[in-house]
């Protein structure tokens, strides 16, 4: 019997969709937040300050800082942006939609380091501020996998997918353009901002799946 190459292609497919569709992801609500340079940080903070550790957060290497900084723009203030640490080579402060409206700004979505020619502000420390050009930006919906956790589904770095999230809330809703990132830096999880959040109906914890 002639065996359609088509149709094991599809066969393919379809097991393959079915497989990860089964995979448990946490879901991670990314609150906005900063992430500063060692020289920025300074400024905000003063020269003989460091990051103060408050706790550990998912993606490993990485915990929520004592320190916050407010947001300017030409409409108004973020107050109290969490620190994200360790730092970075290029200051970075992720806001959702609503939060860039509030003050008047229009960041573009990027994938996070992605900042340039993105949108500026004034960024207000205890110690001092600073203007900076670019950096605000709203962040890409992603999904962090291990190389373990890519390789068993047959999952690429950079590959786009769908994730379904909210399923039993009564808002189920399947986020499009998520984009895959692999890492043996990286936890299983699903990251949305607030906005994206509250749409789906989901929390922090609560269980997606790739559709």
Do not use: W
């Amino acid at each position: 019997m002639t065996v359609n190459p088509l149709a094991e292609d599809l066969s393919r497919e379809i097991a393959k969709r079915m497989k990860r569709s089964k995979l448990d992801i946490p879901a991670g609500v990314s609150v906005k937040h900063c992430h500063l340079t060692k020289e920025h940080f300074k400024i905000l903070f003063g020269a003989a300050a460091e990051p103060k550790r408050v706790k550990d957060i998912k993606q490993p290497g990485f915990y929520a800082a004592e320190e916050m900084i407010d947001v300017q723009g030409p409409k108004g203030v973020l107050k109290k942006i969490r620190l994200v640490a360790p730092y970075r080579d290029h200051t970075q402060i992720e806001i959702a939609v609503s939060d860039a409206m509030a003050i008047g700004i229009k960041p573009p979505v990027r994938e996070s380091g992605d900042v340039k020619g993105s949108a500026g502000a004034v960024l207000i420390g205890p110690a001092g501020k600073i203007e900076i050009k670019e950096g605000v930006i709203i962040a890409q919906r992603h999904l962090h996998f291990s190389p373990s956790e890519a390789k068993s589904l047959g999952i690429a770095s950079g590959e786009v997918v769908r994730v379904r999230a909210g399923a039993g809330q009564g808002r189920s809703t399947v986020f499009e353009d998520v984009v895959v990132r692999v890492s043996d830096k990286y936890s299983l999880e699903f990251h949305v901002d607030t906005d994206e959040a509250n749409a789906a109906g989901i929390k922090t914890g609560d269980i997606v799946h790739i559709a």
